[in-house]
């Protein structure tokens, strides 16, 4: 029997792991920058919170590996789930491209980018044949942020796992930005919405081109060591980074990235990026589908409390979420990619359940 049940959790058809303690656990304090407290001291609902950790814990969202919640400027949940440990680094998924547009942000305000009204191609001397193409010469840095780019390009209708994906097809190129900036175009930039993992390739790109470092190298000196991030990996081929989804960072490492974007670009004070360009990242650009809208990189969704939230997700159940008008951050890693939708609750309803612990919406 329990070999059976062995099988079953492998196989995520069983959620509980018998391990983990699935009471709630007071955030520790490891002095990192993050400041701790618990649901009571902030006046968080703990009975709602109660049901729900348990809920997690029995699998009805699936694979969850942690939850961690910033309310307040405290850290007030840090769960870990199914056997994982915070000093394990995650996978981020598309996560990953929202720090495209704050680097990028970054460098404009060093003095490294003029504005994102700069076109693509010239930063890239190399491909000035494809001026010739009166549509790609029209793609700004702005396009590419707000996934308005006029690329031919759809890799969503397929599953990821399918051979014919063309996000999986691009993954086996060897040269990444060769196969991005080389791909037809589709339609005007700026006027149409489409998901796009190449524009983060490009993206990355001009920030090598006019910072003189690659990506990682320019997070680390502006973003991860202002805010304390010791470890990451970033997964790269033939030089190109994979700034679409390739990054990994721990569980609360990721939580001071959201934080630092629900203070307005500051981190203890110390401004890492202006408040002008977190509210230029956060301006809704283009209508997705209503209520959701596609900002830089980001989305912002209208909710039905009245008030927007922005938020970025990730391949298995990877979420960033900013809710200022609640003064919150809500961090979830998972891996649901192996688990069917009809053998779990979304990720975004358990959003909404977290939601709800706040003494706001009593």
């Known amino acids: 029997m329990k070999n059976i049940i062995s099988i079953l959790i492998i196989l995520g058809l069983v959620g509980c792991n018998t391990k983990d303690n699935c009471s709630y656990q007071k955030p520790n304090d490891i002095n990192d920058g993050l400041n701790v407290s618990t649901l009571e001291e902030n006046k968080l609902d703990t009975v709602r919170f109660s049901k729900l950790n348990k809920d997690i814990c029995n699998g009805k969202y699936g694979n969850i ?32 491209k929202s720090f495209n547009s704050l680097l990028i942000g970054v460098a404009i305000e ?80 700026g006027t149409k919405y489409v998901y796009s993992g190449p524009n ?89 589908h209503h209520p959701f809208y596609s900002c830089y990189q980001w989305q912002m969704v209208k909710t039905e409390y009245g008030f927007n939230a922005w938020f970025i997700p990730g391949n298995g159940g990877q979420i960033i979420n900013i809710i200022p008008e609640l003064d919150m951050v809500i961090i979830i890693n998972a891996d649901n990619r192996k688990i069917s939708k009809n053998r779990r609750e979304p990720i975004e309803y358990l959003i909404q359940d977290i939601i709800k612990i706040h003494p706001k919406l009593k």
Do not use: C
């Open 65 to 96: 590996h942690s939850l961690l919640v910033i309310e307040n400027n405290d850290l007030v949940i840090e769960q870990y789930y199914n056997g994982w440990k915070k000093d394990r680094l995650h996978f981020l998924a598309s996560n990953t």
């Open 110 to 189: 060093q003095g490294y980018i003029k504005s994102v009204d700069q076109k693509m191609l010239d930063f890239f001397p190399e491909y000035k044949n494809l001026k010739k193409d009166t549509l790609k010469n029209k793609i700004t840095i702005k396009d590419l942020l707000t996934m308005t780019s006029g690329f031919q390009w759809d890799e969503q209708s397929l599953p990821l796992t399918d051979p014919n994906n063309m996000g999986r097809q691009m993954d086996l190129t060897n040269d990444w930005l060769k196969s991005a900036i080389m791909l037809p175009m589709d339609t005007a930039p």
């Open 200 to 288: 983060n390739i490009i993206l990355s790109e001009i920030i090598k081109k006019t910072t003189g470092k690659n990506i990682a190298e320019f997070a680390e000196e502006y973003l991860f060591k202002p805010l304390g991030i010791k470890e990451y990996d970033w997964f790269e081929k033939n030089g190109v980074y994979d700034s679409g989804g390739g990054l990994k960072l721990k569980s609360r490492d990721i939580a001071k990235y959201g934080l630092l974007h629900l203070n307005k670009g500051k981190w203890n004070e110390n401004e890492i990026v202006s408040e002008k360009w977190i509210e230029e990242i956060f301006s809704p650009y283009i209508e997705i």
